[in-house]
């Protein structure tokens, strides 16, 4: 399985630790953006698109196809639109299968989220971000 590293000019992708990323991801830094790994790793058919900031914690444990961005890739006319925003992603972080970390996040130490869910608002320390209940 194809693994891609994409860090377009101006971008800048900053390791630090042992980090270790699994067959089948895809890590895009869009230009001018920065993506911080502390160790840790991610599993297979990872996706990371960072146009902002980027910063995985050390320890952080990100399960099979979660994707996680920061930039929406398109603009919207709408009063105080922000195409991207920083996500943050503190220690020890446990990330569920296809979770889907969206922009302007932050994710405290040691908090988990569920497999399937989709984050848009913070996480705090030690809690848990639980999946949608399909309706009805």
């Known amino acids: 399985m194809e693994t891609r590293v994409l860090v377009e000019n101006g971008g800048k992708l900053e390791i630090n630790g042992?980090?270790?990323?699994y067959a089948g991801g895809f890590i895009r830094v869009v230009k001018n953006g920065h993506l911080?790994?502390?160790?840790?790793?991610i599993n297979e058919g990872v996706e990371i698109t960072?146009?902002?900031k980027i910063t995985i914690g050390k320890g952080c444990?990100?399960?099979r196809?979660?994707?996680?961005?920061?930039?929406d890739a398109h603009t919207l006319e709408l009063q105080d639109y922000e195409i991207s925003k920083e996500i943050l992603i503190g220690e020890h972080v446990w990330i569920g299968t296809r979770a889907m970390i969206l922009k302007g996040v932050k994710i405290g130490d040691?908090?988990?989220i569920a497999a399937g869910?989709?984050?848009t608002?913070?996480?705090p320390a030690g809690r848990s971000a639980l999946a949608a209940s399909p309706p009805g």
């Open 36 to 41: 911080v790994l502390n160790g840790g790793f």
């Open 121 to 123: 608002k913070d996480v």
């Open 110 to 112: 040691g908090a988990v």
């Open 50 to 52: 960072c146009a902002s």
């Open 117 to 119: 869910a989709i984050v």
């Open 61 to 63: 444990k990100i399960a």
């Open 18 to 21: 042992n980090f270790q990323m």
């Open 65 to 71: 196809n979660v994707v996680i961005r920061d930039y």
